[in-house]
């Protein structure tokens, strides 16, 4: 299993333009979560899915989209790019229930974002 | 003031030394995780409890719900347990979502 993964692991925007972050998890997990990290802070949330075909906002949604037409992909759009969105990103997953390991969460490896 | 502190937000230690990191929280909650966050940035899930205690290897976790309080322990500690700690709650009004703490940056030396 390779978890989840996140593409690309670099990038760097000009202010305005638009681009996707992609999240993959192939361990049929419902719930999935995109965060960003900046230098020294904690991880905010910016948007949810508790499955297929349903998101919800988190604490700093703006600048940002996102959506889930299948329980693997979770992509997450920002359109016009802002030097405040240089950020470290992270997608994670986790399943829910009272099974072994049911709501640990698994975290791709990050995509580190900078905007000029 | 955050839902989640946790302290101290520095600590350095000598290998070997026995290590508390501590996070306190002011809401109810379902389940609290702790986290570790590599240099290179990955974070792995190390714990997630909602009472009691749990110990892997050389890490415990402890967590006291009257006192909305947990700990994170290190025994034997050593340079490779150099990493960020964070400490999340699940709300229990909060749903699927968690709450983290700014972390706790642990330095272990020779």
């Known amino acids: 299993n390779a978890g989840v993964t996140q593409t690309p692991k670099f990038r760097i925007l000009k202010i305005g333009q638009s681009m996707t972050l992609q999240c993959t998890q192939d361990m049929n997990h419902n719930y999935m979560y995109w965060y960003r990290q900046d230098p020294g802070m904690g991880l905010k949330l910016i948007y949810y899915?508790?499955?297929?075909?349903?998101?919800d906002k988190g604490e700093v949604p703006n600048g940002y989209n996102v959506s889930r037409s299948t329980t693997e992909d979770f992509p997450l759009r920002l359109e016009l790019a802002a030097p405040s969105q240089t950020s470290v990103y992270f997608c994670?997953?986790?399943?829910?229930?009272?099974?072994?390991?049911?709501?640990?969460?698994?975290f791709g490896a990050g995509s580190r974002l900078t905007v000029l | 003031k955050n839902e989640v502190e946790q302290s101290p937000q520095n600590l350095t230690a000598q290998e070997g030394e026995f290590i508390t990191i501590n996070c306190s929280y002011s809401v109810g909650i379902s389940a609290l995780h702790w986290l570790q966050q590599h240099p290179g940035g990955g974070i792995v899930s190390l714990f997630m409890?909602?009472?009691g205690k749990k110990k892997h290897g050389r890490l415990i976790a402890t967590i006291n719900i009257q006192e909305k309080h947990s700990s994170l322990h290190i025994t034997a500690s050593h340079p490779r347990d150099s990493a960020v700690y964070i400490c999340a709650v699940n709300g229990e009004t909060s749903g699927s979502r968690l709450t983290f703490g700014e972390g706790t940056q642990l330095t272990v030396n020779p």
């Open positions: 899915s508790v499955g297929a075909g349903i998101t």
């Open positions: 409890l909602s009472s």
């Open positions: 994670a997953s986790r399943t829910s229930g009272t099974s072994f390991g049911a709501n640990v969460l698994t």
